[in-house]
């Protein structure tokens, strides 16, 4: 697992990695817990068994959560051998004035943390580690 941070990923209609399904998300940091609904948007190509290395993956989603929500548009190429290369985009709106307000208060923490998963992904992508169990 890369994301450190996931308590439970469920589908609650569609297929797991399909386009169109809609999972419950549930994230734990320290002791703050947070509940989203995260929808598959895009994600090409639709079969990822045998990639051709000049290829690009895209995988998107939409995540919603109380007072928030997030766009993630990733990118994915192979650059070299057993190296990745991901860019990711992350879009945030927040309906309410304390989500609004918390955002620019901690606007730091989400940066921080969007660096840790993104070494985690790379952790696991690269070299098969499990970052699941980590806390950060």
Excluded: C
């Amino acid at each position: 697992m890369w994301l450190r941070d996931l308590v439970l990923h469920e589908p609650l209609n569609g297929v797991h990695g399909e386009v169109g399904t809609t999972s419950r998300v549930v994230l734990q940091t320290g002791k703050q817990q947070m509940e989203a609904t995260e929808t598959l948007t895009r994600r090409e190509p639709a079969d990822l068994t045998a990639v051709p290395s000049d290829t690009v993956v895209h995988y998107e989603r939409e995540i919603v959560a109380k007072g928030m929500w997030n766009a993630a548009r990733e990118r994915l190429t192979e650059a070299g051998p057993g190296a990745t290369l991901w860019v990711s985009e992350s879009e945030y709106r927040f309906s309410s004035a304390p989500m609004r307000l918390m955002s620019r208060v901690v606007g730091g923490v989400f940066r921080t943390q969007s660096l840790q998963y993104t070494r985690d992904f790379t952790a696991v992508a690269e070299k098969g580690t499990d970052v699941g169990g980590s806390t950060g």
